[in-house]
């Protein structure tokens, strides 16, 4: 008979909290109820599936793909190999949006493009219903995963709807364009990518990660889309996730921002510039906290 003490004792040299997260999982409790009730001993198949996935861990496979979850802003968002694990840093993004958004006629049309999950797409119609969303990603399987949160959310059909394609090819020209679009594209460079740790490079889909040799390739192809797309000097409200030596590169040209747009850069909890803000000339509120 094996209790949770002697679990946690097998992988003691495992980080502590995902183990106790993941024994959790199995047996759909939280974590302060394991550290509680550590003499507790469960069924033989429930120990069978917690050490196998404790093995999975300990391997580099992210806690998230094992459980099939991960926290972000608050709700539980289904997670697996086809999409990327949301990060905490995105959550961020979220209010940037919202406060954008506070000042938009209702209804207006909002855009997640690259959204994975649904992660950013679906908090924003679950915080500010009163707009419209269309989700879009390029790859199928992610699709599917958006939409899965999106009924586990319970998120009206009549507010948000998914789109397949690159970027805003699924888009016609100057016709239902969304107002504001929200993208956390894939952007890291060649070199950043090759020092991931394993169960980030080894697990996590390259296509949601990679943004070619200086990570800004869907970002200029994005722009592309948005001045074949729009009507000359009406461009989209946009706000973007980048990595912080980015800012270097969209202040000196090496990405062609039409000149319609002024960009304002914001950092993170960490003190890094991490969300560019592309600001149209039609707004008059600009800030730069760099």
């Not at 990327?84 to 959550?91: A, F, M």
């Not at 219903?129 to 009924?151: G, M, P, T």
């Not at 996730?241 to 090496?254: A, F, H, M, R």
Request: charged residues 20%; glycine residues 4%.
């Amino acid at each position: 008979m094996v209790d949770l003490a002697s679990v946690l004792k097998m992988f003691s040299s495992t980080n502590r909290h995902e183990i106790e997260v993941l024994i959790a999982h199995f047996l759909k409790k939280d974590r302060l109820w394991v550290l509680t009730h550590q003499d507790f001993v469960p069924p033989s198949n429930v120990i069978n599936a917690i050490l196998n996935s404790a093995r999975q861990l300990i391997s580099g496979e992210p806690l998230a793909y094992i459980v099939g979850y991960k926290r972000f802003y608050d709700v539980d968002f289904f997670v697996d190999k086809h999409v990327l694990i949301p990060r905490q840093e995105t959550e961020e993004l979220i209010a940037h949006v919202l406060n954008s958004l506070s000042s938009y006629p209702v209804p207006s049309l909002v855009a997640d493009i690259g959204t994975g999950s649904g992660c950013i797409g679906l908090t924003l119609a679950h915080l500010a219903s009163q707009h419209r969303y269309v989700l879009v990603d390029i790859s199928e399987h992610a699709l599917a995963v958006a939409q899965r949160n999106a009924k586990q959310l319970n998120i009206s059909i009549n507010l948000v709807k998914f789109q397949q394609g690159d970027l805003l090819d699924s888009f016609l020209p100057q016709t239902n364009l969304p107002k504001l679009i929200v993208a956390n594209l894939p952007y890291l460079n060649e070199h950043i990518y090759q020092t991931l740790t394993d169960s980030v490079r080894l697990f996590e889909p390259k296509l949601a990660l990679s943004g070619g040799p200086d990570g800004l390739d869907l970002c200029r192809k994005l722009l592309a889309h948005i001045v074949a797309l729009y009507p000359h000097g009406a461009y989209p409200e946009m706000w973007w996730e980048i990595s912080p030596e980015q800012k270097d590169l969209l202040l000196n040209d090496t990405i062609k921002i039409p000149h319609q747009y002024q960009i304002a850069f914001y950092q993170d909890l960490s003190a890094r510039i991490r969300f560019v803000h592309f600001i149209p000339q039609s707004f008059h509120d600009v800030s730069d906290t760099q």
